[in-house]
């Protein structure tokens, strides 16, 4: 194959006169994480649909190429090409881990002795070997994610596409699938992957598309998306609503919170920066009970991107604390 792996120009798609994608370029190169994020609705799912040859996109669109075929003149190759792990579980929850992995083994044509060999393989590489013989329905949500998996790799696909595959994990499940996730790339398998996590774009991803209103709001890797915000701000935290107020007037550039009882200083952190403003706390009279430092993070970006306010109930990640 030359050329990316994924190649779409000008993707569209209306349900009725709901425009969810209007017009979406994306380019993914060769064995790459490629991470296309967006909140609930924004068109994750119909994106992938469209590029895994489950939905068509409207006529409109440009020419959409995934693995070196053309999507709309070569649908069957595009298929062969890749494997996709839905949203939603494949996973058949009345058959045993195992029968479901044969059953994906048959779908691809695997001869009987060769579909056992793979199964068990793949079983094995993602801990379910145990697990095998037991009913689907009775497997963890983590468990259930990896079989998925698994099954979408029976095929030995070059190009994956994972919807969301850790949304609703615990934390120990996450991390695992960022592992699968990573060794996939070792592989030399390219991934697209999408999510409504930040932190999970930063981690994994070479590039990442923001999904905003059925475009792309801004792409480019996780260190260029967060340089199209400004820098950073330093926090206080004060305890006592008097010692707030005394701060808020000290320093009269700080937004304040009266709800928080914080103050937020623009600053890029700098040990310069840091120190004249300790010397104005310290000549004031004023110990806030908590200093953070905070360096822009994608979710900085995001919000920039998508929207004027910050929602409520999603906190800001002090990168540094100093008590
Ligand atoms: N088959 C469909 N018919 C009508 N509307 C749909 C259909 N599929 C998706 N949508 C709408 O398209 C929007 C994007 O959906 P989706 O691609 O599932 O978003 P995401 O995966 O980012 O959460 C949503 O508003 C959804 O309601
Ligand atoms: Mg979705």
């Not at 194959?1 to 709901?18: C, E, F, N, Q, V």
């Not at 609930?40 to 649909?49: E, F, I, S």
């Not at 058949?92 to 009987?112: F, K, Q, V, Y």
């Not at 592992?179 to 990442?208: K, N, S």
Request: charged letters at 25%; a negative charge.
């Amino acid at each position: 194959m030359t050329g990316p792996a994924i190649a779409a120009h000008g993707l569209r798609k209306s349900y009725g006169d709901k425009t969810v994608l209007d017009g979406v370029d994306l380019t993914v190169a060769e064995g790459t994480v490629f991470s296309l994020l967006g909140p609930n609705g924004a068109g994750k799912t119909t994106a992938v649909k469209i590029l895994s040859t489950l939905i068509s996109p409207d006529p409109a669109s440009g020419r959409i190429s995934v693995g070196g075929h053309d999507l709309a003149a070569d649908p069957q190759a595009v298929r062969a090409a890749i494997g996709v792990t839905g949203q939603f579980s494949a996973v058949d929850g009345l058959i045993t881990g195992a029968e479901n992995m044969l059953l994906m083994a048959d779908l691809h044509h695997l001869p009987r002795r060769e579909g056992r060999r793979v199964t068990a393989e793949l079983l094995e590489r993602f801990d379910l070997t145990e697990a095998a013989a037991k009913p689907a329905s009775t497997y963890s949500g983590g468990m259930r994610r990896r079989l998925d998996i698994a099954m979408t790799l029976v095929g030995s696909p070059r190009i994956i596409f994972l919807d969301e595959p850790t949304t609703g994990l615990d934390p120990r499940s996450r991390h695992n699938m960022w592992q699968i996730i990573r060794e996939l790339v070792t592989d030399g398998v390219t991934v697209f992957l999408t999510t409504q996590y930040l932190d999970e774009a930063d981690e994994l991803a070479d590039r990442i598309a923001v999904l905003h209103n059925g475009t792309i709001a801004a792409e480019g890797t996780a260190a260029e998306l967060k340089r199209l915000v400004p820098g950073g701000h330093v926090r206080l935290r004060f305890t006592d609503p008097a010692a707030h107020r005394a701060a808020a007037s000290a320093l009269r550039e700080a937004t304040r919170d009266d709800e928080a009882l914080t103050l937020q200083i623009a600053s890029a952190g700098s040990q310069r920066e840091l120190r004249l403003l300790l010397d104005r706390l310290d000549t004031a009279g004023i110990e806030a009970d908590e200093l953070t430092v905070h360096t822009p993070d994608l979710d900085d970006v995001f919000f920039a991107l998508t929207g004027p306010t910050r929602p409520a109930g999603i906190p800001d990640q002090p990168q540094e604390t100093a008590r």
